[in-house]
């Protein structure tokens, strides 16, 4: 079997498609594999880091823009058409695997046409319009939430849940504390927005700082700031005199993830599944600006459960996060009870799921592919 994941865009459309990379991979070690995604985007260096092969399109997403870069977007579509259509040529696929972004839409659109078998996987409780359009050409559709399901045909439709990446398990808390040089015995508080960060939560976390004054032997900060706001926020923890780990993005986040207590972030699909994956209760702002709010979408499934908060954008300021992190230091119990509530509604086979149901749409069209071997531990389908 060759196969074809194509998304990014962003690290949130990105990541799912390296796990379910990686749970293919571990069932035949030399199965022929492609990424594609958007020409000079941020997935060419981080699936290069990990000896990915990758092919870029030029791409640029519509919704939220202005008229002048909408109309340059659309002149972009018929050469990703084009381009989709001579790497289809040359690599011959099995099955391609979209995940949304600007890429992903050419290349599962030229599969369609080409009568390649193609998946696409919702990884939001509220489907994009391109996704719900695709819905109705593509031969199969996974989705992470249920929430998802009414927006597509049901004969297609199948719960996975959202891959989270194998790199993200197997740091114990202390471990990642002693690596990352802070304290063992603090309530560690994670603060991240994605790779440009986000603004109005750097905000209301320094401004909560001198109504911690009190704590401040307490609590102890990882913050990824996005580049605009690290100079800032290094000075407010340096003001205030809190010990913090600072810097623009963590790349590596399996040791930032097993050292926090307490995560206040963006409510992205990827950030939803691996708070859930590890555990992690958190304090939700959803992205106000997100396609269709779909960020809000995630954040109510999540805060369904009882395993995170949620605060709206506008409604965010440093008194509230004062106030929760207060709570926490005072109720750690309570905290430990969102953590558990955050597991239980993970899906830890997403990636053997989605795999699976990969494996059987190519086998669909293609009988006589080559077979990989499933584990024999776990209730896989005969690839």
């Known amino acids: 079997m060759k196969a074809i994941i194509a998304g990014g865009g962003t690290g949130g459309h990105l990541f799912p498609a390296i796990?379910?990379?990686?749970?293919?991979?571990?069932?035949?070690?030399?199965?022929?594999?492609?990424?594609?995604?958007?020409?000079?985007?941020?997935?060419?260096?981080?699936?290069?880091?990990?000896?990915?092969?990758?092919e870029g399109i030029r791409a640029s997403g519509l919704q939220g823009k202005r008229l002048r870069s909408r109309l340059r977007s659309l002149t972009l579509v018929p050469a990703g058409l084009?381009?989709?259509?001579?790497?289809?040529?040359?690599?011959?696929?099995?099955?391609?695997?979209?995940?949304?972004?600007?890429?992903?839409?050419?290349?599962?659109?030229?599969?369609?046409?080409?009568?390649?078998?193609?998946?696409?996987?919702?990884?939001?409780?509220?489907?994009?319009l391109t996704n719900r359009w695709l819905g109705k050409v593509v031969d199969r559709v996974a989705i992470a939430f249920e929430e998802a399901s009414g927006f597509f045909p049901q004969r297609k439709v199948q719960v996975t849940g959202n891959p989270v990446r194998k790199e993200l398990f197997g740091v114990r808390r202390a471990e990642a504390l002693t690596r990352l040089n802070l304290d063992q015995?603090?309530?560690?508080?994670?603060?991240?927005?994605g790779s440009q960060g986000a603004h109005r939560l750097n905000q209301a976390i320094m401004e909560a700082l001198p109504m911690l004054a009190g704590e401040r032997e307490r609590i102890q900060f990882i913050h990824a700031t996005g580049p605009r706001d690290l100079a800032a926020a290094q000075q407010g923890y340096d003001a205030d005199g809190y010990r913090a780990m600072v810097k623009p993005f963590f790349e590596a986040m399996a040791a930032v993830y097993a050292a926090a207590d307490l995560c206040f972030c963006?409510?992205?699909?990827?950030?939803?599944?691996?708070?859930?994956?590890?555990?992690?209760?958190?304090?939700?702002?959803?992205?106000?600006f997100a396609a269709n709010d779909h960020q809000r979408y995630n954040a109510e499934a999540l805060v369904a459960s009882g395993g995170a908060r949620m605060?709206?954008?506008r409604d965010l300021s440093g008194v509230l996060v004062a106030e929760f992190i207060r709570t926490c230091l005072r109720d750690r119990q309570g905290l430990e009870e969102m953590a558990h509530r955050a597991k239980g509604l993970a899906r830890p086979d997403a990636a053997v799921r989605l795999a699976d149901l990969v494996v059987e749409t190519a086998h669909a069209y293609r009988a006589n592919c080559q077979v990989i071997n499933p584990k024999p531990e776990t209730a896989q389908r005969s690839l």
């Open 19 to 54: 796990a379910l990379a990686e749970e293919l991979r571990s069932r035949r070690t030399d199965l022929p594999l492609l990424f594609v995604g958007v020409e000079g985007g941020v997935e060419a260096s981080l699936l290069a880091a990990r000896g990915w092969e990758f």
């Open 266 to 288: 963006r409510a992205g699909a990827g950030t939803v599944a691996e708070l859930c994956a590890l555990g992690k209760p958190s304090v939700l702002t959803p992205f106000p």
């Open 185 to 193: 015995d603090r309530l560690t508080v994670l603060i991240f927005g």
């Open 311 to 313: 605060v709206l954008d």
């Open 82 to 128: 084009i381009r989709s259509f001579s790497i289809l040529r040359r690599f011959r696929p099995d099955v391609i695997v979209g995940f949304g972004g600007y890429a992903s839409a050419a290349m599962v659109l030229s599969g369609v046409l080409a009568k390649v078998p193609t998946v696409i996987h919702e990884q939001n409780a509220f489907p994009g």
